[in-house]
């Protein structure tokens, strides 16, 4: 075993005189203290796929308890924790977190930057999302899980109606992740903003950069308006606050508004950065640059701001005026315009682009055009006030749910591991497994899924934990049990391809599949400073040029990285990323007792935030040896500032 | 031993005394105080002059008498043939307290041994409203449910009737009202869904002569050929169904427990009748027929001759059982048989007694709940935005669920014309709720937190022009005055305050003249006699408690707001300013 | 990190799980300790000669905040609340103090609700299962903090009276002598 | 299955039924099984919107295996960057792209205008309809027909019995969390939220039995929370009201006496009403007329005797985390109960 060790690590180039300062302590402490974002941007996608298999456990176990009618695998009260921790870890554990993830990894190396910005700040948010998820499901072992659905509605949700401490850990959950979710936000905003490599004018900037920056945007916007209700909701069950109290002038609906004012928007934080990357393959896929950039960038912006303006379709059943309700459903309906103009770009530059060669991350983009279009336009149904009177809280609903989240985001996700999984490791995944994962999710998504259409026009509401023999539903929802089962069966090639071709695939070429960005310019996987030298953007797919041009004149004395002007990507000034430190994994830990003291009680909120401040004040806690190296490489600025020293352009 | 000239003597004066009750039938030349209103028109005015507006400072104790108990002491010490009669709160004892021996030791007490588990279905403290004295026999009801009638001068029982079931939540806490050889009755439980009904049993025999209900068929309310009520909406068949849901009129409350009046010339007797149950109104939408109204009944048939409802369909427990004052005087200029009556409600009702026509309804404190009264219709305009709905909160309702006036009887005086009100300045922050009727336990169906009116004084002792319809003069008190009014020819209006102040005030300025600080909270009901020497005496019950006072005398914990139906928060500081425990106080000139 | 810190985690880990487990566990089809075992318990502190320490069967759901909920709702439906307010008494003694008439063990209040008190107090009897009546016992001690603040009910979405249980303070329970008038 | 086809509209309503999978439509609580001129506008226009749907997914997926098959067979040429910049494909594929999405938005407002005229449709509020009010418990529906007569008020829970062609208001509020009442034969969903107060409109034009769900998730038993409508002619219908204002049927015989001194002396009196005898609480189902109806529970269990006793002897087996308690009956007492239950017509 040990000649597999180190042929791993032969296989990590040794870092040239400017990567030295780039290299982690050894081992395990290492792995602690890190602020590569390589090295966290893999291990958020680890563990967004475990809370992804959990949650699909839990998911297989409701198909087993529905398969028949009166079934008795559970009762109600499991059946709940079940289904509700199912909705929450899928939407708040894993769909956003994993495509932020991606954007961690990917997005410095498209935009030619060597660590993304605040690097110790992405340390924190890992650490943050892993301990809310681990939360959730330590309590939700100890027979604490929440119990209200994953939008968890008061008054049910309330204090009066939910005893005990379960609803309390979700709303806290939802601090953990939706914080953890903001700071990955900030920081791929920044990087895509100051960090580009110069050159790289907004308009030479990758489409799955542009997906990720725009989803940061929405994050910005969204999170806020449901931490603030998971808040109010807390302070009403424990400091009886009277948000929700409908007697003392408090409001049910108050909740749906700011919950789903967050919600709609969520789903397209989950769909828009598959965009990103589905924009990725069947550009490098199609031989050929995506049809219509300008129309693919623009149509992620509008997405994005329609996404803000039609979250009161979720709530076309409490009453609310028709006239109201009217505005809604035509902007729900106007969100698929742009959506369909990416899809017809990309319909066009397969038509159009080179020969097709049908590798697994191109079939899991074609598979998501079939499951996609499908939930989009029962999307279109649920959109229009009058049909989602009927189909508003069915299994229509969940089969809409289920086509457009999985297909839209599981489906590119799958391709885009497929596709950036030799950069990630330096191994092929196998192409066969790839095969049978692909169809094996395919068929099994469409056995569990359509019939749920069916079952909804039928009457079987959501979340009920069995049904009797006469609703004559039983056929239907034995079908999808079957489904579910080949589902977990393809998830199960998924990570055995996965865990097998990480020790033993095929080596991988630094640019295996001939993609045309950033990326596949450096190691497969890449030195710790990414770019040795900070390559020159000439054009919108760099590695199309003949060759590259590079930066020189950065310091080696420190953590050097180039910061460059927002709009034209010139050089502006060079700055220093921090070192490797173990402080935002102890500001998380601190932040984490904070976070679960005041589920206990209110002195939490006086008490738990001073070892937090504590811990962040060492954490910003300038260290000597950075001061000294900073001083010695600033420039002061004089009375005519000297021409700059670095020269953009200069070949080696 | 005694000399046959000393039996002679004792003789002559129980037959002189008898004489004169009997001849007097209630009404008396203002030398005793045979009930506890005084005499039949409920006027609470003195005739005596002796203590007047200038001497009144002097007053000073003669005796006091301590009942031992440590419940709100609500009764009137009624006096005849110089000895007091005090019925106490439970376990409703009759202290006969014999005025012509110095310090007036103990006669008899009469033990009535009311259930103790009565004490579980009375909704606002455990107490009595006093005795009634009519041809040598005191009569007084139990907490338990039972009318008794004493032999006046050994203290013997002479009959008793079981007349309310504690089972079904009932009780009687009024002070039994006799008229033409009848004993008129009534029950209390509103807040248990009780039914109410009036009772005459016969004075002598004790049997029972009629009973009037105040909801059901037209049969059980005694309403015959004769009953001609003035307004449009009180004529029907079998209203006292028709106006209430489906059963709803057997636990549908109009109880009667406040005071009856009686004009022997029209020989008519009026008396209000409680709220409707429960107090959440969209339980019992409909007028909710005979409730929260005024009854005139023929004395000796029962049947009722007209009615008039205050509150149809009563949105806040305003039950309509407060005092109706017979006066007769003069309005535009034509002299009207009237009766005056402070509700609830907050309205001052000047009501034709013979007609039952609403000659004038101006409220005499802060209300918001009621705009205006429609004359022409009788009805009153609920301002809809004071509505209690289920499921809301709805804010600063005034005047609170114990109304501009609760039970506290007000006087008249002749003289000035003006009637002394003692009433409270309270709103009330309400949420109705859906209530769940079980016989015996409370079938309220409203969470309720009152608070200090406008101005922040919780009492107000006020004269009232009764035949202009406006306020004279107003004293602000602290705390709600919960205790009876008593006027004098003197020109002196007495009363008493909860924190255990009996003060004095001019009759015509309304300027304070006397004050004594009496051992605790005071919600008795002042009277005045001529004493056995001739002297002007005058006598008040103290002893803190009643739906207001239950923090003291029910140890209520305040930090719960809504605690005592409500009070809790308003009355938290009120520990502070009276303990409990009863006596009753007589004073006199030196 | 020194064995001995890692077991007494691994121990406090247990003993956090068998809490969380017993506050949240719904137990439908319960039938707790029958009225026989109530019968133990004494109400007055003195006995005759020896006093032997009497522990009648303890609440079974103290520790149950599912259960203490459902009793909440049982003190509104059963119209403990007209009588006993919101724990500050009206025509019933206040339950939020510290004062207990007829003794504050679980096994006093089982019997208190049971069989009534003289002073007013009705007798539920038959009326009531005795899992519900235990869900009333454990929520009466509620009222005045007997419990964990954790199990304890929050607010209701009713007319705001109080502090919620949950964060009232915890009252020693003294027993009082002061029942109502006699004679 | 589908009743009289009298009109056009009607059969192709039943075509389209076809078409979207026969079990859709074969069971009678499906939302394309109209009875009723409200769930029938919704069920016409979802049938053209998934037609539309339909043609649109087949275009869009034809055109995708048509791009994906033509560039399989193209020569193996690796050249990245000509292939996409030759002009003349580009400028056709703009003009491709523009009818498309020109066609895509044509298609979507035509969808939105049709959805408004139903909206506006549904969103009428008829004048004179029967006005019932209905309030949401956990896991049962209270009943009560609204009356300008407030005795003539009638109070049931679980079951609705409305006129065949009168238009009924229904006034939805709740008492603790929010469920919503959906009955798909009739209309769409709405829900009862506490502390407010909506109202849906229901009118059937023949008539039937419809079962209706609560739809929004209120809770450990809100899957079986059913409401029972019972569309009947005008003429049965006031029968059947008058009926129910009447009191409870006097027990006659001694077992049905026996089980009401057991309903009266027992848990039961402290949660339900039967009208003419001690029980009026209301905090559970109103009983008066227990036997009049088909299903207990909130349709968790048919209506028989021997139901009535195994539901009032444990009802946590039928409906775990149910508010009514187990009771303690001995055999001879419950089945005198179930017996006297059983004789409330």
Redesign the interface.
């Known amino acids: 075993m040990t000649e597999h060790r180190n042929s791993r690590e032969t296989q990590r180039p040794q870092p040239g005189e400017e990567g030295r300062q780039w290299l982690d302590p050894p081992g395990f402490y290492g792995w602690l203290t890190t602020v590569d974002h390589k090295r966290i941007g893999r291990r958020y996608i680890v563990t967004a796929f475990l809370f992804f298999a959990c949650a699909g456990l839990m998911a297989l176990t409701m198909r087993l308890q529905l398969a028949r009618p009166n079934g008795h695998l559970v009762g109600p009260d499991f059946y709940n924790q079940l289904f509700s921790t199912h909705g929450s870890i899928m939407m708040f554990l894993f769909a956003v977190p994993v495509m932020q993830a991606m954007g961690v990894y990917l997005v410095p190396l498209q935009v030619g930057a060597r660590n993304i910005a605040f690097s110790r700040l992405n340390a924190f948010s890992y650490w943050m999302f892993a301990f809310g998820g681990i939360m959730i499901l330590t309590v939700f072992a100890l027979n604490t899980g929440p119990e209200a659905g994953w939008f968890s509605y008061v008054p049910l949700a309330g204090p009066q109606y939910s005893a005990g401490k379960r609803q309390d850990f979700w709303a806290q959950m939802i601090t953990f992740t939706e914080a953890a979710s903001l700071i990955v936000a900030i920081e791929l905003i920044v990087t895509a903003f100051k960090l580009r490599a110069p050159g790289m004018t907004l308009n030479r900037v990758p489409l799955f950069v542009w997906a990720q920056v725009v989803t940061s945007f929405m994050v910005l916007f969204a999170m806020p308006s449901v931490m603030l209700a998971s808040s109010f909701l807390m302070s009403d069950r424990l400091v009886s606050t009277q948000f929700f109290n409908p007697a003392e002038g408090g409001d049910a609906l108050l909740w749906q508004h700011l919950f789903w004012f967050f919600g709609h928007p969520e789903v397209y934080i989950i769909f828009v950065p598959a965009l990103g990357i589905i924009s990725a393959i069947i550009g490098t896929f199609a031989r050929r640059p995506p049809f219509g950039y300008l129309a693919l960038v623009l149509s992620l912006v509008v997405t994005a701001f329609l996404a803000f303006g039609l979250w009161v379709h979720h709530m076309f059943a409490t009453g609310l005026p028709p006239l109201g309700m009217s505005f809604f459903t035509a902007a729900s309906i106007l969100i698929a315009i742009p959506t369909g103009v990416q899809i017809f770009c990309w319909i066009a530059t397969l038509a159009t682009g080179g020969r097709l060669e049908i590798r697994t991350p191109l079939l899991f983009v074609i598979g998501f055009f079939f499951i996609f279009i499908i939930g989009g336009l029962t999307g279109v149904m649920l959109a229009s006030a009058s049909l989602d009177s009927q189909l508003h809280d069915n299994y229509f609903v969940v089969a809409h749910l289920h086509y457009v989240l999985i297909g839209g985001a599981v489906f590119p996700l799958f391709g885009g591991v497929y596709y950036w999984f030799p950069k990630m490791t330096g191994r092929m995944l196998s192409e066969l497994a790839g095969k049978w994962n692909f169809w094996l999710f395919f068929i099994g998504f469409n056995m569990t899924f359509f019939p749920m259409h069916i079952l909804g026009l039928d009457g079987m509401t959501r979340r009920i934990y069995t049904y009797d023999a006469a609703s004559g539903w039983g056929n239907l929802n034995l079908l999808a049990t079957v489904g579910a089962i080949i589902i977990g069966l393809s998830v199960v090639v998924f990570f055995a391809n996965v865990l097998v071709s990480m020790r033993s695939g095929a080596r991988a070429a630094p640019d295996p599949w001939g993609g045309k960005t950033l990326e596949w310019a450096t190691q497969s996987p890449p030195e710790p400073c990414n770019f040795p030298r900070i390559p020159v953007v000439e054009s919108r797919y760099p590695l199309a040029e003949p060759e590259l041009a590079y930066v020189t004149g950065l310091p080696t004395q420190f953590r050097a990285m180039l910061v460059t002007r927002l709009h034209d990507a010139a050089p502006d000034h060079v700055t220093a990323d921090p070192y490797p430190t173990i402080w935002p994994l102890l500001s998380a830990l601190a932040t984490t007792v904070f976070f679960i003291g005041t589920v206990f009680t209110p002195w939490g909120l006086v008490w738990g935030p001073v070892p937090v401040a504590i811990a962040l004040t060492c954490w910003f806690w300038p260290k000597a040896k950075e001061v000294e190296i900073q001083r010695r490489v600033e420039i002061k600025p004089q009375a005519a500032r000297p021409a700059p020293v670095l020269r953009a352009g200069a070949t080696p | 031993m005694r000399t046959p000239s000393t039996l002679l003597l004792i003789f002559v004066s129980t037959v002189v005394t008898a004489l004169a009750a009997a001849q007097t039938g209630g009404t008396r030349s203002g030398e005793q105080w045979p009930t506890p209103a005084g005499d039949a028109a409920n006027t609470r005015f003195s005739s005596l002059t002796d203590i007047n507006s200038s001497n009144v400072d002097k007053l000073q104790v003669r005796f006091t008498f301590s009942t031992g108990l440590t419940h709100g002491h609500e009764a009137a010490p009624i006096v005849s043939g110089n000895t007091m009669y005090i019925v106490t709160p439970f376990p409703n004892a009759l202290l006969a307290l014999p005025l012509e021996d110095s310090g007036a030791p103990l006669r008899f007490k009469y033990q009535s041994n009311p259930s103790s588990s009565s004490q579980g279905v009375a909704c606002c403290d455990t107490i009595n409203r006093g005795a009634t004295y009519s041809n040598g026999r005191v009569f007084f009801n139990t907490l338990d449910g039972q009318t008794v009638a004493v032999d006046a001068a050994t203290g013997a029982e002479i009959w008793r009737v079981h007349l309310a079931d504690i089972k079904r939540g009932e009780t009687m806490t009024m002070a039994p009202f006799v008229a033409k050889g009848k004993v008129l009755v009534g029950n209390s439980g509103g807040e248990f869904g009780v039914r109410g009904w009036l009772t005459a049993l016969d004075e002598k025999s004790g049997q029972q002569v009629w009973r009037a209900y105040s909801t059901g068929s037209d049969r059980d309310v005694l309403i015959g050929a004769d009953f001609k009520p003035f307004y449009a909406g009180d004529r029907g068949q079998d209203l006292g169904i028709r106006t209430w849901p489906p059963g709803a009129w057997q636990r549908g409350g109009g109880t009667v427990w406040g005071w009856i009046s009686y004009d022997p010339d029209l020989n008519l007797i009026f008396y209000g009748t409680g709220n409707p149950g429960p107090w959440n109104p969209d339980q019992r939408p409909g007028d909710n027929k005979w409730t929260a109204g005024i009854f005139a009944r023929d004395v000796d048939t029962g049947a009722a001759k007209w009615f008039y409802q205050m509150s149809p369909h009563d949105l806040y427990d305003y039950d309509g059982v407060n005092e109706n004052v017979l006066m007769d005087i003069d309005i535009g200029g034509k002299p009207r048989k009237v009766l005056a009556h402070p509700d609830r409600n907050g309205y001052l009702y000047v009501i034709d007694r013979a007609t039952g026509e609403v000659i004038s309804a101006n409220p005499f404190v802060h209300v918001n709940t009621i705009d205006k009264i429609d004359l022409p219709t009788g009805r009153p305009h609920y301002v809809p935005e004071k509505k209690p709905t289920v499921g809301h909160v709805v804010r600063d309702i005034c005047p609170h669920a114990a109304g501009g006036k609760d039970w506290q009887p007000s006087a008249y005086s002749p003289m000035t014309h003006f009637l002394y009100i003692p009433h409270q300045n309270m709103c009330q922050d309400e949420e109705a709720v859906p209530a769940n009727y079980i016989a015996g336990t409370p079938y309220v169906g409203a969470n309720v937190k009152m608070h200090a009116g406008e101005g922040g004084n919780r009492g107000v002792f006020s004269a009232w022009d009764v035949a202009n319809g406006k306020s004279v003069w107003e004293i602000a008190e602290k705390f709600p005055v919960w205790s009876g009014a008593l006027v004098t020819a003197g020109n002196v209006a007495f009363y008493g305050t909860m924190d255990g102040w009996f003060k004095a005030v001019d009759a015509r300025t309304g300027r304070l003249l006397w004050q004594f600080k009496t051992g605790s909270g005071i919600v008795g009901q002042p009277v005045s006699y001529r004493g056995p020497d001739g002297k002007q005496y005058v006598a008040i019950l103290s002893g803190v408690g009643g739906w207001a006072g239950a923090v003291v005398s029910g140890d209520l914990d305040p930090q719960d707001a809504s605690a005592g139906n409500g009070w809790g928060g308003a009355m938290a500081d009120l520990p502070q300013y009276t303990q409990k425990g009863g006596a009753v106080y007589v004073f006199a000139l030196p | 990190m020194s064995s001995r810190f890692l077991e007494l985690a691994v121990v406090a880990l247990i003993a956090l799980t068998l809490l969380g487990c017993e506050r949240e566990s719904r137990r439908f089809s319960d039938s707790p300790a029958t009225p026989r075992g109530v019968q133990t318990i004494r109400q007055s502190e003195l006995q005759p000669g020896s006093s032997i320490p009497t522990s009648g069967p303890p609440s079974p759901y103290d520790d149950n905040a599912y259960a203490v909920s459902q009793g909440k709702q049982l003190f509104e439906w059963f119209n403990c609340k007209g009588c006993h307010a919101d724990g500050g008494g009206s025509i019933g003694p206040a339950l939020m103090d510290e004062k207990w008439i007829y003794g504050s063990a679980p096994a006093n209040i089982y019997a208190t609700i049971v069989e009534g008190r003289p002073n007013g107090m009705p007798s539920f009897r038959d009326k009531i299962p005795p899992q519900q009546v235990w869900q009333l016992v454990a929520y009466v001690r509620s009222l005045s903090g007997q419990l964990r603040k954790d199990v304890e009910p929050s607010r209701a979405d009713h007319l705001f009276t109080r502090k919620s249980e949950s964060s009232s303070p915890k009252s020693a329970p003294v027993s009082s002598s002061a029942p109502r008038d006699t004679q | 299955m589908m009743g009289r086809l009298s009109n056009a509209r009607f059969r192709w309503l039943a075509v389209g039924c076809a078409l ?2 026969p ?2 439509c ?2 009678n ?4 099984n109209p009875a009723g001129p409200r ?1 029938r ?3 016409e ?2 049938l053209g ?2 037609s539309v ?1 339909t043609v ?2 087949l275009i ?2 034809a ?2 295996v ?3 098959a ?3 067979r ?8 000509q ?2 910049s030759s002009e003349q ?2 400028v056709r ?2 003009q ?2 523009s009818w ?2 020109a066609l ?2 044509l298609i ?2 035509t ?2 205008l ?3 005229f ?3 449709g ?2 009428s509020r008829p004048t004179d309809s029967l006005r019932i009010l209905v309030t949401g418990h ?1 896991y049962w529906w209270e009943v009560e027909y609204d009356d300008p ?7 049931t829970a679980n079951e609705l019995h409305i006129p065949v062609g009168k238009p009924v208001e229904l006034v ?2 709740s ?4 469920h ?1 009442m ?1 009955m ?1 034969n009739l ?5 009862l ?4 107060q ?2 849906e409109v229901l009118l059937a034009d023949r008539p039937g039995t419809f ?1 209706g ?11 079986k929370m059913r409401l029972m409508v019972y569309a009947e002619p005008p003429k049965q219908f006031a029968a059947w009201k008058q009926a129910q ?1 009447q ?1 409870a049927r006097n027990p006659s015989n001694d077992i049905q006496r026996h089980g009401l001194e057991v309903f009266e ?3 039961c ?3 339900h ?1 039967i ?2 005898t ?1 029980a ?4 559970a189902p109103d009983l008066t007329h227990l036997a009049s109806r088909t299903t207990i529970a909130a349709g968790a269990l048919p209506n028989t005797q021997s139901n009535l006793a195994s539901w009032i002897l ?1 009802p ?2 039928f409906k ?2 149910v ?1 009514m ?4 009956l001995q055999p001879d007492d419950l089945a005198a109960l179930a017996a006297y239950l059983a004789s409330l017509k």
């Open positions: 979207l999978a079990p859709g074969s069971s609580h499906a939302a394309m769930a506008s919704i069920a226009l979802m919107f998934v749907s649109v997914y869009v997926s055109v995708l048509w791009a994906i033509r560039r399989r193209a020569g193996t040429s690796d050249d990245w960057l292939r996409g494909s580009n594929s703009r491709v792209i498309a999405t895509t938005v979507l407002l969808l939105a049709c959805d408004y139903v909206m506006h549904l969103s956990q007569d407030p005795s003539r008020r009638v109070r939805l509020t008492q603790d969390v929010i919503s959906w798909p209309s769409g969903k709405k829900d939220i506490p502390g407010h909506n109202t079962s769900q609560c739809a929004e998730f209120c809770g450990l038993q809100h899957a204002l009191d002396s027992s848990t009196i402290l949660c009403t009208q003419g001690q009026a609480a209301t905090v444990a946590h087996r775990p985390g508010q308690p187990a009771t303690q």
